[in-house]
């Protein structure tokens, strides 16, 4: 079936993961997404590669797509793009800013060509600002944003350590791109003007961190106030990163709930690890009669949790539910919490997941045949359409495999192609 973005065409210009993941999306919803790579390729092509050109980093990024081949530093290659970007109806482009203005593919003048395109940019930081022209990468905006800070983990040196099981900020720009595509078509459909979006590393750093970056002044003077103030001591003291977090504390006692953390984290169980993870009231009753415990301060509805002696309180509960927790294995932990009707779970490895049996019966994997490597399993669309499914199962594209194809859908020849391959403009 056709996909809700059926007849939508991109011209994706993108590197690494967060302008990808948004053509990804943008594709699993019907979009023909041709990605536009200089002569070299996107980068994550040699990325711990298995074959010429080809690593599992880059197919998982960017099936769906068709590969074009143009040197966008080539005056002829500026040339074709103008030609041909009157029929894209969607540009996705990541880099620091400038970047596209130099390439002469900037808003400004591809709009001159198509005056209702929806021109999507996403940088490091912003285009304004002290901070707009330095380089920007996921690593670099955890840190900036205080995501890293916020997960609190440090090597044996104590340096701070990244979230490394994934990429938060690349993956969520990526999303809100594809997001923000889809709002602005939908504004297009209305209106017929197309516009300029944008959003940075650091813009979707702060997003998912809402609940902590801002301010609510009520809050702020129970309790903000003093962690920023035990913070400012300890770096004004010239303390350590360590101690730092230390000041700070737990996400749990920065937001000024420490009891939180009895029910909403992690357990060391006979077998492997569980996560519990209660969220009101009636899930941590529910935990609490699965583990046993049954003289639990914080189950009080008195309990104050800014209390001197509130953080002892907790310790003492947490010693105990730990020691409860290593006497049973993951199953019969998951049978117990379950039978309360409780969220928890075992702590999965990654690299098993494919085969999990949940995965499998949600259909969450999909098959696609590439056509150099032949069949693969890849991890399918964020989102399942119920009315308009898309019937993308494209593989990720071999480097130019859909130069002429695409070419030739543009309304160009085989004597045009050819003398703009001689120029070096396409490959």
Request: aromatic share 8%.
């Amino acid at each position: 079936m056709a996909g809700t973005l059926d007849g939508i065409k991109v011209f994706e210009v993108t590197q690494i993961l967060a302008g990808p993941f948004c053509g990804l999306n943008l594709a699993d919803l019907g979009a023909d997404v041709i990605k536009v790579e200089p002569p070299s390729g996107d980068g994550t092509r040699v990325s711990a590669a298995f074959a010429p050109g080809e690593s599992k980093f880059f197919h998982a990024l960017n099936r769906g797509k068709r590969s074009l081949v143009i040197d966008l530093a080539h005056d002829r290659g500026r040339e074709l793009v103008y030609r041909i970007i009157p029929s894209f109806d969607v540009f996705v482009i990541n880099s620091r800013p400038g970047v596209p203005e130099r390439l002469g593919v900037d808003y400004e003048t591809l709009r001159q060509h198509r005056p209702d395109l929806v021109y999507f940019e996403n940088s490091g930081f912003g285009r304004s600002g002290p901070s707009a022209q330095r380089s920007g990468s996921d690593i670099v905006a955890q840190a900036y944003s205080g995501l890293m800070a916020g997960d609190a983990k440090t090597d044996e040196f104590g340096a701070p350590q990244p979230i490394s099981a994934t990429a938060p900020a690349d993956f969520t720009a990526g999303m809100a791109g594809a997001m923000g595509i889809c709002a602005a078509l939908f504004h297009r459909e209305r209106t017929g003007e197309g516009q300029y979006l944008e959003s940075s590393l650091l813009q979707v750093g702060l997003a998912v961190q809402n609940y902590v970056v801002s301010r609510v002044p009520v809050y702020e003077a129970m309790v903000g106030d003093q962690v920023r103030q035990r913070i400012e001591d300890v770096q004004e003291a010239g303390g350590s990163y360590d101690e730092i977090l230390n000041a700070r504390g737990d996400m749990f006692s920065a937001l000024g709930y420490s009891a939180g953390r009895l029910y909403y984290g992690g357990y060391v169980v006979q077998d492997g690890g569980i996560v519990l993870g209660a969220l009101t009231p009636a899930n941590r009753d529910q935990m609490r009669r699965a583990i046993g415990i049954d003289d639990d301060p914080t189950a009080d509805e008195n309990f104050d949790a800014f209390a001197p002696d509130a953080n002892a309180r907790v310790d003492e509960v947490y010693e105990r539910i730990r020691a409860i927790m290593r006497t049973r294995t993951m199953d019969e932990w998951i049978e117990r919490f379950d039978a309360e009707g409780a969220p928890v779970s075992k702590v999965n490895i990654p690299d098993m997941m494919a085969e999990d049996p949940q995965v499998q019966a949600m259909g969450y994997m999909m098959e696609v045949e590439h056509a150099t490597t032949g069949p693969e399993l890849m991890v399918g669309p964020a989102v399942t359409m119920g009315g308009t499914p898309s019937d993308n199962v494209l593989a990720s594209p071999p480097l130019g495999h859909h130069t002429d194809e695409v070419l030739h859908e543009l309304g160009l020849n085989d004597t045009e192609i050819a003398d703009y391959r001689a120029s070096g403009a396409v490959v």
